[in-house]
């Protein structure tokens, strides 16, 4: 089956810090990938979607010049949290749409999860 | 922004019992799909139904699909304690099959 990987799985950083994550496609072509964020005990959050490129689309209140997120390959998009804060502590998961799929199947990333400090 | 509605928010059934949760969305969609995540884990597809279906049926997995009420149902039958997870609920619209989620049921099955 199509698999997604998310790099790093875990990351601690200081307050101000900015932090790279990184998804792959890693047997498929991906001109399309979202990414998630998650709070504890709730459910995921849609924050953008990743076109391979040109600009992602943002969803209503997710912050662009917060989340940057470049998709400058067919299996590779990444999102970086500039200057983060504890606020932005949470788990982080991408998807992949297979195209090759009729119903367009998402395939989620294991998630990374970030603590600012 | 999330679109539906899951309940119950929490669900405690012995093993071999069913568990039924339920998802409610409020605009139209392409597809509506079922996903598990283990506690601080990555998502894991369970079934995907399509907008022209009315139930579908893996193993112990039995998927339905209302688009008049805009509500969909999950029944895991013959729970085992391995089933605990939480279960999401995900509605795929417009071009891409953008996924909006509900907002979960917790499913723990006791021994």
């Known amino acids: 089956g199509a698999v997604v990987s998310q790099h790093p799985s875990r990351v601690i950083c200081k307050s101000g810090t900015s932090v790279k994550i990184e998804c792959r496609s890693l047997?498929?072509?991906?001109?399309?990938m979202f990414w998630y964020r998650q709070f504890p005990k709730q459910s995921l959050m849609l924050m953008a979607t990743?076109?391979?490129?040109?600009?992602?689309?943002?969803e209503q209140g997710v912050e662009k010049d917060k989340f940057l997120i470049n998709h400058a390959s067919l299996t590779l998009s990444t999102l970086t949290v500039t200057s983060a804060h504890p606020e932005d502590s949470s788990f982080y998961i991408c998807s992949a749409r297979d195209e090759g799929q009729s119903y367009n199947e998402q395939f989620f990333g294991p998630g990374t999860r970030l603590t600012v400090l | 922004s999330q679109q539906g509605e899951e309940d119950p928010q929490a669900l405690s059934i012995q093993e071999g019992e069913n568990a039924t949760m339920n998802c409610s969305y409020k605009?139209?969609?392409?597809?509506l799909q079922w996903y598990r995540q283990n506690s601080g884990r990555g998502l894991v597809h369970l079934i995907l139904?399509?907008?022209?279906?009315r139930e579908k049926h893996s193993g112990r997995l039995r998927v339905t699909l209302d688009t008049s009420k805009k509500s969909s149902s999950l029944l895991i039958t013959a729970s085992r304690a391995a089933d605990t997870a939480s279960y999401f609920c995900a509605t795929g619209s417009g071009g891409y099959n953008k996924l909006i989620f509900g907002a979960g049921t917790r499913l723990a099955v006791h021994p």
């Open positions: 605009t139209s969609i392409n597809n």
């Open positions: 139904i399509r907008s022209n279906e």
């Open positions: 047997d498929f072509q991906a001109t399309t």
């Open positions: 990743s076109n391979e490129g040109s600009k992602a689309t943002y």
